[in-house]
């Protein structure tokens, strides 16, 4: 049975910091491109930040550039989301998303909130 399970949402102050997790199970996780997404209330989900298997090729959105990092750990089967000086504006429910090919697979969604 494929799993995304994202934790670490929470409510934070403006400028403070968050570390997303996505731990995977039921696929070979090392093969795939890791992305989080994040879709804020109205808003259509976007891509924020996405990750090649090997870890080589990295990209972000320019709205988290310099703030995000998105990593992984293909022993422990995670994938992870830094999250420092957070802005109100980043508030918005976070999703992880593992891509092979025709192979898609969601996370339920973590929310994080940063008040101001």
């Known amino acids: 049975q494929v799993q995304l399970v994202e934790s670490g949402g929470d409510l934070v102050e403006s400028g403070g910091s968050l570390r997303l997790s996505c731990a995977a199970s039921?696929?070979?996780?090392?093969?795939?491109?890791m992305n989080w997404y994040r879709q804020a209330p109205g808003k259509e989900r976007e891509l924020v930040a996405s990750?090649?298997?090997?870890?080589?090729?990295?990209n972000y959105a320019d709205s988290v550039k310099g703030r995000f990092t998105i990593s992984r750990d293909n022993v422990k089967k995670t994938a992870y989301l830094q999250m420092n000086n957070l802005e109100p504006e980043d508030t918005a429910v976070y999703y992880c998303?593992?891509?092979?090919?025709?192979?898609?697979?969601w996370g339920q969604g973590t929310q994080v909130t940063v008040s101001s």
């Open positions: 990750m090649n298997p090997g870890g080589t090729i990295i």
């Open positions: 039921g696929f070979s996780f090392s093969f795939y491109a």
């Open positions: 998303h593992a891509r092979l090919l025709q192979n898609k697979y």
